[in-house]
């Protein structure tokens, strides 16, 4: 018996809508797992080679020799290679599975120590100032996935001066509001020093420093550093009368060194009025034992300041003096003359005239009457001696 359901009729060459569908879910299938799969292998090629650094010194002295340092985590994979380069020059290679393992490659101003540079240390002799640059350090994973990173570090070969810092210009001796003006130098270095003024351990306030150009050496190329200090000096900056100053000369951390000057006040000289009449000169007075005193010496303490040889001594001299007087004491004659009224016949003081001639007549009195007067001096000593002879009716002597 035939059977007479019907069945679907599709077109040629189309497929069936559920052939669609299974193969829809096949490759949905497919490319999930390949994304799975490269997932799991995408983290084994990131983190196998990371944290790679180098260690350059920024600044050694010429001659000396230099240790660069290359560090890295493989994290389990093998090493392919170290290179070395300066600039953009590879100098130096180290890879392990040849042989020899290590390779060298001239370049101007790189001298390796072979016996003590391996994967990680790179030792570099008498480094010279062709020796400065940068050197970077790159690190390659070996197969499968040959990953590499590159590290950059920066070296400076110095000249350091071979002597300390000058200081020219500043005096031994100021006083309170002189200026203070003077330079620090510091020669034939490379790169210049930096130099730096201090005050009284304290760096200088910028407003004082001068700074000059560094001048360099035509024959050496090497490099003279000059920076000037301007201040007017206060009573703030000597400190139990001193002021130190201090100049300091830096290169780096390779290079330190420093000039200082200790500066006295300049304070005016004080002379004892007796040394002078006892025969001392001008310039300086002197102690007791006879030894000088130097001019900014004060020997008193401030209770002493009331001591007779700081005051002008009035003497009574009891010997009588028989010669003419000298001189008149000058300032009475000034007062008498203050006392005089010009113009006296002015009408407004017509009435003032009586009064005027009495006192002018007893100041002549009083004038007749002065004891014979000696001025004399001695040193810087003035002393007033006053005679005390007896008048001729027999009274007592003016005081």
């Known amino acids: ?111 390796i120590k072979r016996s003590a540079s391996n994967e990680s240390h790179l030792v570099l002799l008498d480094v010279s100032m062709a020796s400065s640059g940068k050197y970077s350090c790159e690190v390659s994973a070996d ?49 210049p ?5 201090y005050i009284n351990e304290a760096q200088a306030n910028p407003s004082y420093i001068r700074t000059h150009k560094p001048f ?5 190329d090497l490099e003279t550093s000059l920076v000037g200090i301007h201040f007017v000096a206060s009573s703030h900056h000597f400190i139990n009368g001193k002021l130190k100053i201090r100049c300091t000369a830096r290169i780096h951390d390779i290079y330190l060194q420093s000039t200082e000057r200790s500066v006295d006040e300049d304070r005016p000289r004080v002379i004892s009025a007796a040394s002078s009449a006892n025969g001392g000169n001008a310039g300086g007075g002197s102690s007791e034992n006879g030894k000088p005193i130097p001019y900014d010496h004060f020997p008193y303490g401030e209770n002493e300041l009331d001591r007779k040889d700081y005051m002008t001594h009035l003497q009574g001299d009891m010997a009588a003096s028989g010669g003419a007087p000298v001189a008149r004491p000058t300032l009475l004659m000034s007062l008498l003359g203050r006392l005089q009224l010009p113009s ?3 009408p407004s003081r017509t009435a003032l005239a009586p009064l005027g001639t009495t006192v002018l007549a007893l100041a002549g009195r009083l004038v007749s009457l002065w004891p014979l007067t000696k001025h004399f001096v001695t040193g810087r000593t003035v002393r007033l001696v006053l005679p005390m002879k007896p008048s001729s009716r027999g009274s007592s002597p003016v005081a």
């Open 193 to 197: 020093a930096n130099i730096t003024w």
């Open 143 to 191: 197969a499968p996935s040959f990953h590499t990173l590159i590290k950059t570090g920066d070296l400076e070969v110095c000249e350091v001066p071979k002597h300390v810092p000058t200081i020219h210009g500043i005096r031994s001796r100021y006083r309170i509001g002189d200026i203070i003006r003077g330079n620090c130098s510091s020669h034939n270095a490379r790169p």
């Open 1 to 111: 018996m035939i059977s007479t359901k019907a069945r679907p009729v599709t077109a040629v060459g189309r497929r069936p809508p559920e052939l669609h569908q299974k193969n829809r879910a096949s490759s949905s299938r497919l490319a999930l797992l390949v994304g799975l799969y490269v997932l799991l292998l995408l983290p084994s090629v990131i983190v196998a080679l990371r944290d790679v650094q180098v260690s350059v010194p920024p600044a050694v002295r010429r001659g000396e020799t230099v240790t660069l340092l290359c560090f890295y985590d493989l994290d389990g994979e093998s090493l392919y290679a170290v290179k070395w380069y300066k600039g953009r020059r590879e100098f130096y290679r180290y890879t392990p599975n040849e042989s020899p393992p290590l390779k060298i490659f001239p370049t101007q101003g790189v001298m």
């Open 344 to 346: 006296i016949n002015h």
């Open 216 to 220: 360099r050496e035509r024959k050496s």
